[in-house]
């Protein structure tokens, strides 16, 4: 009687334990769908403003760094602007070239970091903005240094993302502007580090060649800077694995820009169509 | 300290999320308590309810801190699961038939130190292994589960003797 018993306090226990742990790893594993919970979005608005509030105390021991990142920034607008003062006042001499308007296939919208996770495997972003503010999942976060991470899911005030610092985030990227092209990873180690895979043996690289994205998304567009390549490796004979060092140093971001393309819905549908 | 048992706990366990959250040393480095706080859960509660507080204390953890939701409870689970097993077979089947407590200075520290190393090991490999082990180099996951097991043994021998503190006079 009692080995009856105790064989089923064991089997209620090992049940019990199967539940549990089929409901971690689904968690786990949906980690987009777990974002998308009413409870999620309602901690992650806790999280944004209790634990939000020692990353302020973090960025304001950074401000100098900060100022210096800003005014090298200003410089670069500025002599960018000039540029292209030069080019429209160059432009205006030929008429024809009026007709030719130029309309971006991207929108952009400033936003700041609440909250960034640097210290797993799976870190992720809180922002400031949110679906009120038109933040969409899907959009991708970029700086003028580097591409930060993709938006899994937005509430109102609030959208939380993926960081490039996630095992699970893979960026197309382009070895020079007309290299070729491979996943870009994170080394899963630094701030600033990163891999390059599944680039051809019949490229030729040098160390300090600029790593860009090669636009082969439909989130984040071509042709941004992103990091500098290292050493390299052959990997089973077949390909190079490049490190690269990030031009973002994921330790000191807080501002960054959200980019949305506004043709992605439409790039999917035909996705979606031409697979069935 | 059985009525302030679960008090403790719960400050321990904002202490794992403020750990979770601002003690970013090194990507190799995981310091967790979680395992040591299942251990001193009191032996009146049976695997069941060690189950349920478990998975509990480990969303609790995953949701206000930075890890991904569902990490902390599917490494506390088996540990939750072997604890009762792990304490008969360190301290002695007595322990749970009479539903004693243990303490450092009763059984002596090898034995403590025992239990905290298999629940710690137990837990940090399958923290490890879904924290995106699989994608990174093995020497990276064994550095960072060394270090890891290394750090965490040490601060939880101090926590398990606050918890578990020796109540004969």
């Known amino acids: 009687m009692g080995g009856r018993r105790k064989i089923g306090s064991v089997l209620f226990n090992a049940a019990i334990f199967i539940v549990l742990e089929i409901a971690a790893l689904s968690m786990l594993g949906n980690s987009s769908a777990t974002q998308q919970f009413f409870i999620t979005k309602g901690v992650h608005g806790a999280i944004a403003k209790v634990w939000g509030g020692a990353e302020d105390i973090r960025y304001y021991f950074n401000l100098k760094q900060a100022n210096e990142a800003l005014f090298r920034e200003n410089f670069e607008l500025s002599r960018q602007l000039d540029v292209f003062m030069a080019e429209a006042r160059n432009a205006r001499k030929d008429s024809l070239t009026r007709s030719y308007a130029t309309d971006s296939d991207y929108e952009y919208r400033p936003a700041d970091i609440i909250k960034m996770s640097r210290n797993t495997q799976h870190n992720y972003i809180i922002l400031s903005q949110g679906s009120d503010d038109g933040v969409e999942p899907q959009s991708g976060i970029i700086t003028r240094n580097g591409v930060i991470g993709i938006v899994d899911a937005v509430s109102k005030h609030y959208a939380y993302a993926i960081s490039f610092m996630n095992t699970s985030f893979s960026l197309s990227a382009r070895l020079g502007r007309e290299g070729a092209v491979g996943p870009l990873v994170w080394d899963g180690k630094t701030t600033d580090g990163a891999l390059l895979r599944e680039i051809p043996l019949q490229n030729r690289f040098e160390p300090g060649d600029t790593v860009f994205t090669s636009g082969h998304s439909s989130i984040f567009p071509p042709d941004i800077p992103v990091g500098i390549t290292g050493g390299s490796r052959i990997v089973n004979g077949a390909t190079y694995e490049i490190e690269v060092r990030l031009l973002q140093d994921f330790s000191s971001v807080r501002y960054v820009t959200l980019v949305n393309n506004k043709g992605r819905k439409e790039m999917e549908a035909l996705e979606k169509g031409g697979a069935e | ?169």
């Not at chain 2, 979680?34 to 995953?62: E, H, M, N, Y």
């Not at chain 2, 879904?130 to 890891?148: C, I, K, M, N, Q």
């Open chain 2, 1 to 169: 300290m059985r009525n302030n048992f679960f008090l403790y706990y719960l400050l321990l366990l904002i202490g794992q999320m403020m750990v979770c959250n601002f003690l970013h040393v090194s990507p190799l480095l995981t310091l967790n308590i979680l395992p040591a706080l299942i251990l001193c859960i009191p032996t009146r509660f049976k695997t069941a309810s060690l189950l349920f507080i478990a998975f509990i204390s480990g969303l609790v953890v995953d949701l206000f801190s930075d890890c991904s939701i569902g990490l902390n409870a599917f490494a506390l689970l088996p540990v939750a699961l072997v604890k009762i097993s792990l304490c008969s077979f360190v301290f002695g089947e007595e322990l749970i038939a009479r539903e004693e407590e243990f303490s450092i200075r009763k059984y002596g520290l090898a034995k403590v130190l025992f239990a905290i190393l298999v629940l710690q090991t137990m837990f940090l490999l399958l923290y490890i292994w879904a924290d995106g082990g699989s994608s990174r180099p093995l020497e990276f996951s064994a550095t960072r589960f060394g270090l890891s097991l290394l750090v965490s043994v040490v601060v939880s021998v101090p926590l398990v003797s606050m918890l578990k503190p020796d109540e004969r006079k």
